[in-house]
């Protein structure tokens, strides 16, 4: 299974987060991703100003694994697998303050806070499709005690590496680490929860509640010398902002992929190469011989003859390759990336990008485009530009399965930015007046903004499954301003 979602990242790019979900039965799980990005012509995106290198240097990928899903009451819970975990790898370093031990404290600490994170995500996004007030009331009443809990329950370990001979070895860094994320997130989730809340009938003793838990954790972070937001000294709300990010990634570390990109299909290309090198030399080589047999060895006809089938040999030698790459260009790809999890291949995964045209573009593709008369009219003219972005996953659920074993991992994440950059160098000013009479009859100049749209249609696939997505993106000079899911 494929899932994607989309959203704004940044003022100038666009996030999808691409996760594939492997079948445990299957030994090869493979997808793939072909995204058709339509621009319009008046921005100057073409493979004269926009090649390759370009596109790849506009595009970043972040891939992980699938943080194992556990429910925010589970989390909760000091029965729960990644709690009880956490608490015998601190166990086990009162025993043995070993290498091994003190490895994978520090990984249980570091998963602990990634279940929470993501359990944390996935009930909030649960409480904003609530309508029904009382629903909502009694789910944020719930998510608060649940925070408490977590918290507790985590700080509640902290006595157990208070030993002297722990003390020594400074294992209390890790935990810190862990102790300021997971105050930073109960924060942060308590607000916007609030958020939501806040104007709901009979609401002010859940409000106090959220409220006084705010305050509680905020004031034991500055007890613990953690940074904290404050609204009047913006340095330290940027130390804050900066030392969240650095956690984030330490928490997030040990779920981190590493790719291993070469060009796709090199030996493949190369052999080609060579074999229309030697189609070339074969043709120079007869044009030769049998001039020789009809002129002789010294004669000006088999001087002429050398000279012409040495030029047309390198003529068909780059008539041969061109036709070999225009040949292979549909099924090989540009790159082709191991994927490793701590030096274990678990898969690969290969890209490439193009630009087409629309006769080359599937007519399904064309309609979910759905240009309007207008379009169409205006693209016979100045036609819309076409990158194919395509992409190929193959997993190894097996090994996927013999490399990670503490938790259950369902399949792995593609976090996949777009950075718009580029595309908004050429556009208008982003602010435009327009002349309009009013209900007086006086001439009144109004603002408006002057945006170009950009559209995406995803073909998706695994196994026999396939289905399209289409996002619109709504972009000025001064960046992204909405994207749209169809």
Request: hydrophobic share 40%.
């Amino acid at each position: 299974m494929i899932d994607i979602a989309a959203k704004i990242h940044d003022k100038f790019s666009i996030e999808f987060k691409e996760s594939y979900v492997v079948n445990p039965e299957l030994k090869n799980n493979q997808f793939s991703v072909n995204t058709w990005i339509f621009m319009p012509n008046s921005l100057d995106i073409n493979p004269d100003t926009y090649g390759k290198k370009q596109f790849y240097r506009d595009v970043k990928s972040n891939v992980r694994l699938i943080t194992p899903s556990y429910l925010l009451r589970e989390m909760a819970s000091t029965h729960a697998r990644p709690y009880l975990y956490l608490k015998k790898s601190i166990q086990d370093l009162q025993a043995n303050v070993s290498k091994s031990n003190i490895a994978e404290y520090e990984y249980q600490v570091k998963m602990f806070c990634a279940m929470a994170k993501s359990a944390l995500r996935n009930e909030y996004k649960a409480m904003l499709k609530l309508q029904n007030a009382t629903q909502l009331t009694q789910r944020a009443q719930s998510f608060k005690t649940n925070i408490q809990r977590i918290l507790d329950n985590y700080r509640g370990l902290r006595s157990l590496l208070e030993q002297e001979h722990l003390s020594a070895h400074n294992l209390h860094h890790f935990f810190d680490f862990g102790d300021e994320f997971l105050g930073n997130l109960a924060s942060t989730n308590l607000i916007r929860t609030l958020k939501i809340i806040q104007d709901l009938p009979e609401i002010e003793a859940t409000k106090a509640d959220f409220v006084a838990l705010i305050r509680r954790n905020e004031a034991y972070k500055r007890e613990k010398g953690f940074p904290v937001v404050d609204g009047n000294d913006r340095d330290k709300n940027r130390f804050y902002v900066f030392r969240h990010s650095i956690l984030k990634k330490y928490i997030e570390s040990d779920l981190f992929i590493k790719l291993r990109k070469q060009k796709d299909g090199y030996a493949v290309e190369q052999t080609l190469y060579a074999l229309a090198a030697g189609i070339a030399m074969i043709f120079a080589t007869v044009v030769s011989f049998g001039v020789q047999r009809i002129y002789g060895a010294l004669s000006i006809p088999l001087f002429v003859a050398l000279i012409l089938s040495y030029m047309l040999k390198d003529r068909i030698k780059e008539l041969m390759r061109f036709y070999f790459a225009h040949r292979l260009g549909s099924k090989l790809y540009d790159n082709k990336a191991k994927v490793l999890f701590k030096e274990n291949q678990i898969g690969w995964m290969k890209e490439s990008v193009d630009f087409i045209s629309d006769k080359k573009t599937p007519q399904e593709v064309l309609e979910l485009r759905n240009r309007s008369a207008l379009l169409q009219a205006e693209n016979r003219i100045h036609d819309e530009k076409i990158i194919l972005y395509r992409k190929y996953v193959d997993i190894d659920a097996k090994k996927l399965k013999k490399f990670i074993t503490t938790y259950p991992v369902s399949g792995i994440n593609d976090i996949f930015r777009i950075h718009m950059n580029r595309f908004v160098q050429k556009m208008d000013n982003p602010r435009q007046m327009i002349d309009m009479i009013d209900s007086e009859g006086n001439i009144r100049p109004v603002p408006s903004l002057k945006i170009y749209y950009i559209n995406l249609v995803m073909q998706i696939r695994y196994g026999s499954q396939m289905r399209y997505k289409r996002y619109r993106v709504a972009l000025s000079r001064n960046g992204i301003v909405g994207i749209e899911e169809f």
